[in-house]
């Protein structure tokens, strides 16, 4: 294979959906920017009204792999991942947070990673904040009534622990700040499910895909930077209602079968309660965040 074809069949469009972040976007597209391997960036703003989008014009005005979409409102992650597939061409998409710097050669080994999955294959990489402490979300378990009940009144139930003798680390799910796969097995499972406006897309999508006989992992050896929740600091409310509404979302798509329907009142009353229980804690959080800036 010629390396022009080489090229083609590897070329890789990352997909940044934008909201309110323009306090790392700039440092998230210049690291894309810097990588050679990505073909196109696709800056999907979800009705910021922080100078994220001048912040992504500007970007897009000195490196023309950079084009910026802008939807109405806001219709959720899952949406705007979406929005940025169908803009872009390549047979790779990176669907990156903006909150996120991937460091130079990441998007080619996460290629290579991807490929030895098979046709199916997605991966995630080792997300570490700026001590370098690793971000417990990077490796997932399927969400279920019983992680639920664990879950309640603490984060981590869904978490599952770092593997450093694999280089590729199998998970059921990784988190959606950081996924690469090709566009055929985006395709497959016909994108994100925007009927999600943020959060448990990312779990959703990943179990769509291993039950189309796919293959999901983590690469351990592709650490990648998160200044983790930058745009959920925002409106901390809102965050936690829409992550509860896309728990129930996925439970009843997955979980409701059988005689596990007749748990949904249950499971609605430990989502209330779970709910009550988070949002004044990540509202304390937000304050906190406010305060020490």
């Known amino acids: 294979m010629s390396a022009q074809a080489s090229a083609k069949s590897d070329g890789i469009a990352a997909v940044v959906v934008s909201y309110q972040s323009a306090a790392t976007l700039r440092s998230c597209l210049a690291a894309l920017a810097a990588d050679e391997r990505i073909a196109e960036i696709r800056v999907v703003d979800n009705g910021s009204s922080d100078s994220s989008v001048a912040v992504a014009r500007e970007a897009a005005a000195a490196d023309s792999r950079i084009a910026v979409l802008q939807l109405e409102g806001n219709p959720g992650f899952a949406a705007g991942c979406n929005a940025g597939a169908a803009a872009s061409k390549s047979p ?41 402490r690793r971000d417990p979300a ?19 139930a869904l978490d ?17 700040a950081l996924m690469l796969l090709s566009r055929a097995a985006f395709d497959v499972v016909d994108g994100f499910d925007a009927g999600y406006r943020l959060h448990v897309e990312d779990l959703d999508l990943c179990r769509r ?29 809102f965050v936690e209602w829409h992550k509860h509404r896309g728990f129930w979302r996925y439970w009843w798509r997955f979980e409701a ?18 709910l009550a229980l988070a949002v004044p804690r990540r509202a304390l959080a937000a304050r906190s965040f406010s305060g020490s800036g």
């Open 92 to 132: 790779w998409l990176l669907f990156v947070n903006p909150d996120l710097e991937l460091p130079p050669g990441s998007a080619a080994r996460l290629v290579a990673h991807a490929r030895s999955l098979g046709a199916l294959g997605l991966v995630g990489a080792d997300l570490r904040d700026t001590q370098g």
């Open 138 to 156: 990077a490796r997932r378990h399927d969400l279920s009534l019983l992680r639920l009940l664990r879950s309640a009144g603490r984060r981590g």
């Open 160 to 176: 599952t622990e770092a593997d450093d003798a694999v280089t590729l680390q199998p998970v059921d799910a990784c988190s959606g």
């Open 209 to 237: 895909l291993r039950e189309a006989g796919g293959h999901v992992a983590v690469a351990n050896d592709v650490p990648v930077l998160h200044h983790r929740g930058v745009s959920s600091r925002v409106r901390p409310i």
């Open 257 to 274: 079968s059988g005689m596990k329907v007749l748990l949904a009142p249950a499971v609605a009353l430990v989502l209330c309660a779970r």
